[in-house]
């Protein structure tokens, strides 16, 4: 199902979430009505790994968002404990962040849950498992596979991801120092592997607290979306995720819509 933009702003506008900040049930766009631009994520799973890499480019980029003056506003799947832990990792402020359950801001938006395949004799969580495990291997999830490689094999369209000095901890790897994609691959783009080690790392700290990050399985396939609104709530740009690491039109430059 699609919406025109009045339905998506007055749907959002509507929408009240457990804010992680304070566990308070708030407005979503609470404090966004001053504001040049408006950008509204709904992710996935917080422990989907999708998540975690779009909060890293917003970290990366956060001067550059601030000076252009939008406002973020996030809601994920998962509880207050959820929210406060992917909070902690990827230094995405509590204050932005809701979340809702049961996926139903998704619902009400159209999202594509998935693949949804029925296996009568599993559990709901054990079909979403399953289905998961599907779209990783790219089924209903056009696009994965490619997108893993490129993880691998670099990508000069990208910029570089890891500077020489900062040194890549928390991966079943000894630590990796920047330098180190520098004499595999040279300098000032994606790298071969640079991009699939900090995949990996997300990985490590999903699987090593996986109980908090997805306290509930049923959802694991369910994708999100990307909005982008002017001062009038009139939107701008909207991306629908369709595929596992699909979260952005541009995987190369995944913020690139912001500055257009």
């Given at each position: 199902?699609?919406?025109?933009?009045?339905?998506?702003?007055?749907?959002?506008?509507?929408?009240?979430?457990?804010?992680?900040?304070?566990?308070?049930?708030?407005?979503?766009?609470?404090?966004?009505?001053?504001?040049?631009?408006?950008?509204?994520?709904?992710?996935?799973?917080?422990?989907?790994?999708?998540?975690?890499?779009?909060?890293?480019?917003?970290?990366?980029?956060?001067?550059?968002?601030?000076?252009?003056?939008?406002?973020?506003?996030?809601?994920?799947?998962?509880?207050?404990?959820?929210?406060?832990?992917?909070?902690?990792?990827?230094?995405?402020?509590?204050?932005?962040?809701?979340?809702?359950?049961?996926?139903?801001?998704?619902?009400?938006?159209?999202?594509?849950?998935?693949?949804?395949?029925?296996?009568?004799?599993?559990?709901?969580?054990?079909?979403?498992?399953?289905?998961?495990?599907?779209?990783?291997?790219?089924?209903?999830?056009?696009?994965?596979?490619?997108?893993?490689?490129?993880?691998?094999?670099?990508?000069?369209?990208?910029?570089?991801?890891?500077?020489?000095?900062?040194?890549?901890?928390?991966?079943?790897?000894?630590?990796?120092?920047?330098?180190?994609?520098?004499?595999?691959?040279?300098?000032?783009?994606?790298?071969?592997?640079?991009?699939?080690?900090?995949?990996?790392?997300?990985?490590?700290?999903?699987?090593?607290?996986?109980?908090?990050?997805?306290?509930?399985?049923?959802?694991?396939?369910?994708?999100?979306?990307?909005?982008?609104?002017?001062?009038?709530?009139?939107?701008?740009?909207?991306?629908?995720?369709?595929?596992?690491?699909?979260?952005?039109?541009?995987?190369?430059n995944p913020l690139s819509f912001l500055y257009k």
């Amino acid at each position: 199902m699609l919406f025109n933009s009045p339905d998506i702003y007055s749907i959002l506008s509507q929408t009240q979430r457990l804010r992680v900040s304070d566990g308070e049930i708030k407005p979503v766009l609470d404090g966004c009505s001053h504001t040049s631009k408006l950008l509204v994520l709904i992710w996935s799973q917080l422990g989907d790994f999708d998540n975690l890499e779009y909060a890293w480019w917003l970290q990366r980029e956060k001067e550059q968002i601030q000076a252009t003056g939008i406002t973020i506003r996030a809601i994920g799947i998962g509880d207050r404990n959820s929210g406060i832990k992917f909070c902690e990792y990827t230094g995405f402020p509590q204050e932005w962040l809701f979340v809702d359950a049961k996926a139903q801001i998704h619902s009400l938006l159209g999202l594509y849950r998935g693949l949804s395949l029925q296996f009568p004799l599993l559990s709901t969580s054990q079909t979403a498992w399953l289905n998961l495990m599907l779209m990783c291997a790219g089924i209903g999830s056009p696009g994965t596979l490619k997108e893993v490689f490129r993880g691998y094999k670099g990508d000069k369209k990208a910029p570089q991801l890891i500077a020489d000095e900062e040194v890549v901890r928390g991966t079943p790897l000894p630590p990796i120092k920047g330098a180190f994609f520098k004499a595999a691959g040279g300098k000032g783009f994606q790298r071969p592997f640079e991009l699939a080690t900090l995949r990996l790392r997300n990985m490590t700290e999903v699987l090593s607290n996986w109980k908090i990050y997805v306290p509930d399985s049923s959802y694991l396939t369910q994708r999100g979306g990307t909005f982008l609104f002017d001062s009038q709530g009139q939107l701008i740009y909207e991306h629908r995720d369709r595929s596992i690491l699909g979260f952005a039109e541009n995987m190369s430059n995944p913020l690139s819509f912001l500055y257009k």
